[in-house]
């Protein structure tokens, strides 16, 4: 049994209702009334008489309430030792919005929060909790999320000077490394299976690499030497659970982030 079903429903039960319970675990009374009903099908027992003005117990609830109070006196104690550590909330983004969440976690934590930062060229499944918030190069059509769009991302070509003429390829079939292959036609080309290392082979004069521009511009000694690249461009959607984001420290990093970003893309003159 999931512990925070059976939470819950010691709230319905001591609460009377889905109203008072709403104020003590700041769910929805639609959502209660949903896990409660999920609740009694995996038991298969009625927990609730469900009245005009509130939930009354059954026998079968009334003996559920009886037995999770003595769990309850010893689960209590640990959440409540859990509660002097900061809140985790988890992150996920690609290779380069990660290296640039990294430079800023001061400002995302701030102090009062604990992050998990998740660097994932996949999209993770926000849904099952892989990750509380995404940043996404598209908007999710999966029921259950909320996004909102934050900004366009540009990429260029990258190069210590003109005179670099070999390229960097990053190995796989995403839109730049299929761009890359098409610009490189011709011309000597170093192949990387990781992000992180056409940066490092750009910042060492070696090749010409694609990047993002927001990384790009903000690297001493590269100068773009293509782009922006239109066919590359896309918009950039900041992504979390629908019902998660009410949660105060993952409302906290949602404002700190879409801060960030929207000043990254629109910066103030």
């Keep these: 049994m999931d512990w925070d079903d059976l939470r819950l429903f010691l709230a319905v039960a001591r609460g009377g209702g ?3 319970a709403s104020d003590t675990t700041k769910k929805s009374a639609p959502t209660l009334g949903r896990r409660m009903v999920a609740l009694e099908k995996r038991l298969g027992v009625d927990l609730f008489i469900r009245l005009p003005r509130g939930y009354a117990l059954t026998a079968e609830g009334e003996a559920l309430l009886a037995k999770l109070a003595e769990v309850e006196s010893r689960i209590v104690p640990l959440s409540e030792a859990g509660k002097e550590r900061k809140p ?3 992150l996920s983004a690609g290779t380069w919005m990660t290296h640039l969440l990294c430079r800023k976690a001061q400002s995302i934590t701030g102090g ?10 996949h999209v993770l499944d926000i849904r099952r909790r892989d990750a509380v918030i995404g940043i996404r ?15 366009r991302v540009s990429f260029a070509a990258y190069a210590t000077g003109p005179e670099v003429t070999t ?12 761009w890359t292959a098409q610009a490189s036609a011709g ?3 170093i192949e990387v299976t990781g992000p992180r290392n056409a940066l490092d082979l750009a910042q060492a004069g070696a090749a010409r690499a694609v990047l993002p521009c927001f990384i790009g511009d903000d690297t001493a000694g590269l100068t773009r030497i293509a782009g922006p690249i239109d066919a590359l461009a896309h918009d950039q959607w900041l992504v979390t659970h629908d019902e998660e984001r009410f949660a105060p420290e993952v409302r906290m ?9 929207r000043d990254l893309h629109h910066p103030r003159a």
């Design 18 to 20: 889905l109203a008072a």
């Design 88 to 90: 985790l909330v988890k």
């Design 112 to 121: 009062d929060v604990a992050i998990r930062f998740i660097s994932a060229d």
């Design 137 to 151: 190069n598209h908007r999710p059509d999966q029921i259950g999320l909320a996004c909102r769009r934050v900004g």
């Design 167 to 178: 390229w960097v390829r990053v190995m796989g079939q995403t839109p730049s490394a299929r």
């Design 187 to 189: 011309h000597p080309v």
């Design 253 to 261: 990093v949602i404002g700190r982030v879409e801060a960030l970003l």
